[in-house]
């Protein structure tokens, strides 16, 4: 079992190998790391079988261990994962601008590979594939460290998919997973700066605070998702804005771009806020709101406390608060967001442009469900992740965002 | 004085206000910073004797005292400075991509400032007014913590950039100085996620290392530059080689992107090297060389050590090594650079591009000096520093640099 150092040395060589890897070579292992899934779905249930019996003996909840399963399906959606991936276009090599300097320079500026990439995870064994696929497709080698309890889940992925690296013609170790799942050597992979370029975490509040704090590398942030869905009193088509509300809270309530908290203003409260929450409720949502809500929904809400709306739920509750207008609705979110998606939903087109201006959040709509935020919805085929800091990559990234830039050089002597 | 929590918040409220502001007010501030610093060049070149004064006490280096040192031309250039990012375009609301998905929804991904920008820097003055200037023109709020040394001449020139903000009609805390120059303050600074967006240090590499190892914020590295020159066998002009070494190496070698080591390749050695280092000796440069540069220079050089060839002197001196070709030149600078530039001379197209591709350094160049890694000598017009890491930017650092973007999407209802 090799510990992060000696992972990061063999990764930074094949990552080498892999930046020059022409794109027909990356897609034949990614045809390669698909088809080594699909003819070993037995295997990967049996592994997998492990990793339930052990957290369920460790009584993990029924929604961890749902996380944790593997089935056929889950193991063939996994292949055609690679398979979209490798469909998707060449990520490196675009020459993004060129231009000549009056020296007669020519600058050339183009895409590059990251590099190795350190993908921190939790329970879904998906993540390994999936990660894995869209790094190899932009060049980047990458290493992955999974949660202990999906460590059998793991190690017979990525076995497969190394396995498959090395029949099309690729070094292994473009795709790695650090079997050590102690904290000791989490953190040694974060410190991990002369291997290392960038580190994303993938997972809960609790991990990726963890990884901010002891990281040494780069980190791109994902996933905190405290997202506003704001009901502006020129919005005069209630239907749809229950719609999007209901979409937007219920439909998927377990993830980042879920809304969890709803604002709406006081001049249309009375006529709006009621058949919404009434909706909302007989779908099971918690309503947590504000003064003025309480009063006006009676029995259908309880008192919401100031970190309410702070919360990330991800789950069926809503904290709602009752504004005075725009002002008062951008004020709230730039106090309580985490900057992922917001939304206003408006007939009026100079509200919605002040809210689309002065919103400071890496997706803002108007008329829309913040549920679109993703790398899939957006057009991009796949994503790592949907970032909320704002450093090199904002919102759902995509194989684009595992790309950076050099800049090509060319001269005939030219000096300064 | 204020400590880093309260510069955080103020300058949060203010760079709210700067992103909104259109660019003729940005640009306007610009003006007024100039004619500020113009009007005060008497006040200034006080507060810098102050400094200088107790520099000179502590005993500091007479380079040391240079850099600190302001003059009339120096204060007039730090204006005229103002005044050449302020000619510069508005890299704000660019709109960078656009696409109507099959939804209808139109999604937009237009440029924004990064919000609050800290800057670390050490003992130059005029990098305060620089800095600035970079961000008031991006629309970014920075908050600036320059050296203790020179704490009189930032204190000088950041009041009076302040008072210019707000004769134009923009806060004063668009620009702040921590004037606590105390390392608890700075490694305050460091971890404050709720106010700063990004940290950019500029100095030496102790400075940068510090900033690395503390940060809790994300941080683009700047500046260490261990730069190759290489010259490759199918170098057919031996007279260019000489003077692109001779300059990347002598122009100015206390900067980042001034070469530090040199490869040769065995075959034309003999043939090349002795002449070229006669050169570079007769400008005083020392070299240190590996044991066949020694035997084939004899007193011209001294041995190198494995530690010369991973330094950056920033002065005199120059690492010199023969190699047996390409494979071994690029294996070389993998292990030893800090991927900033590194140059091939050489007449081979073929080699050239192999140099071009495998080598992962921000800047590379075939026959020109990595002297030109700069935003001025790019066209940027303008530079905050230069980015060694990989994430967000990579090598000179512009206005385009100081921007991230958001997705803006306009719907009718739609959800998922």
């Not at 405290?226 to 377990?254: E, L, W």
Request: proline share 4%.
């Amino acid at each position: 079992m090799l510990g992060p150092v000696e992972l990061g040395r063999k990764a930074r060589d094949a990552a080498a190998c892999l930046a020059q890897a022409p794109a027909a070579l990356r897609d034949r292992a990614l045809e390669e790391m698909a088809a080594a899934l699909e003819a070993n779905v037995k295997p990967l249930l049996a592994a997998n079988e492990k990793d339930l019996q052990q957290a369920a003996q460790s009584g993990r909840t029924d929604a961890f261990l749902e996380r944790l399963t593997l089935t056929d399906k889950r193991v063939l959606s996994m292949a055609q994962g690679l398979r979209d991936v490798r469909a998707l276009p060449d990520p490196l090599g675009r020459v993004l601008s060129g231009w000549t300097r009056p020296n007669g320079l020519f600058i050339e500026k183009r895409t590059v590979p990251l590099g190795v990439i350190g993908i921190i995870f939790e329970s879904r064994p998906n993540v390994a594939a999936d990660a894995a696929a869209l790094c190899v497709k932009s060049g980047n080698a990458c290493i992955l460290r999974g949660g202990s309890d999906a460590i059998h889940s793991n190690t017979a992925i990525v076995s497969l998919l190394r396995g498959a690296l090395e029949k099309a013609g690729l070094p292994a170790d473009c795709v790695s997973l650090l079997e050590d799942t102690s904290r000791e050597a989490a953190r040694e992979l974060m410190g991990l700066r002369e291997s290392l370029d960038v580190l994303i975490p993938r997972g809960g509040a609790s991990l990726i605070r963890s990884v901010v704090e002891n990281a040494k590398v780069p980190v791109i942030e994902t996933g905190a998702g405290n997202c506003h869905v704001y009901v502006h009193s020129g919005c005069n088509d209630f239907a749809m804005a229950r719609r999007v509300i209901v979409n937007a809270k219920t439909q998927r309530p377990s993830v980042c771009n879920a809304a969890e908290s709803l604002l709406v203003d006081e001049a249309i409260a009375e006529a709006f806020l009621p058949e919404c929450i009434k909706e909302l409720t007989a779908l099971g949502v918690e309503i947590r709101g504000c003064e003025k809500t309480c009063a006006l929904l009676g029995g259908l809400a309880v008192p919401a406390s100031e970190e309410d709306f702070f919360t990330e739920y991800n789950d069926l509750i809503l904290s709602v608060k009752i504004v005075s207008g725009l002002d008062e609705a951008i004020a709230h979110i730039r106090k309580y967001s985490t900057r992922h998606s917001e939304a206003i939903l408006t007939n009026d087109r100079a509200a919605a442009e002040r809210f689309l201006n002065e919103i400071d959040s890496a997706a803002v709509y108007v008329n829309a469900s913040t549920r679109f935020t993703d790398g899939g919805e957006f057009g991009f085929g796949a994503e790592i992740g949907i970032s909320t800091q704002k450093l090199h990559a904002r919102g759902p990234m995509g194989l684009e965002q595992l790309t950076t830039y050099k800049y090509v050089i060319r001269g005939d002597g030219q000096v300064r």
